[in-house]
């Protein structure tokens, strides 16, 4: 029994876990999922993709409660309950990363503009343990880091 990633090689875990994207060392057009094999700016030709962690913190750009059961890999289990889930615009890159919102987060509470940090959480738990993935969750107010 222990933990699993939703999707293996998406994110990384432990103190300060991030989403494991890929950045093109001619152009740095980041990408995520990690796309290696090619740069995904049409423009570019270059095919030295390196992989990158991305930022760990973002803006809220637009949210949403979720009353449905989302495909895949937004497994909900059968523990389904409705969640919110934040489309946020990452500091570094200014790509927008859809994902659930932490446990325990109230819709009602999010703002377009929030800043949020990337955690990893629990999604749901079969015979083989907990299977985990990325949930955005709101940076309290006046905290610094
Ligand atoms: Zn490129």
Redesign the pocket.
């Known amino acids: 029994m222990g933990s699993r990633p939703v999707v293996e090689g998406w994110f990384s875990e432990g103190e300060e876990p991030a989403l494991t994207g890929s950045r ?6 980041f990408a995520f999922p990690k796309q290696l094999a090619f ?3 049409p423009h ?3 095919d030295e ?1 390196e992989e990158a962690s991305l930022s760990r913190r973002g803006t809220i750009w637009s949210y949403t409660n979720s009353m449905y059961k989302p495909p895949h890999p937004y497994v909900a289990g059968d523990d389904f309950k409705p969640y919110a889930l934040a489309a946020v615009e990452l500091e570094h890159e200014k790509m927008v990363i859809v994902g659930q919102v932490a446990a325990g987060v109230a819709y009602e509470s999010l703002a377009v503009g929030d800043e949020v940090e990337l955690v990893i959480e629990r999604l749901f738990s079969d015979d083989d343990g907990d299977v985990v993935t990325w949930k955005w969750r709101p940076v309290a107010e006046g905290a610094s880091s």
Do not use: R
């Open positions: 093109c060392t001619q152009c740095g057009t740069c995904s700016n570019c030709d270059c993709i």
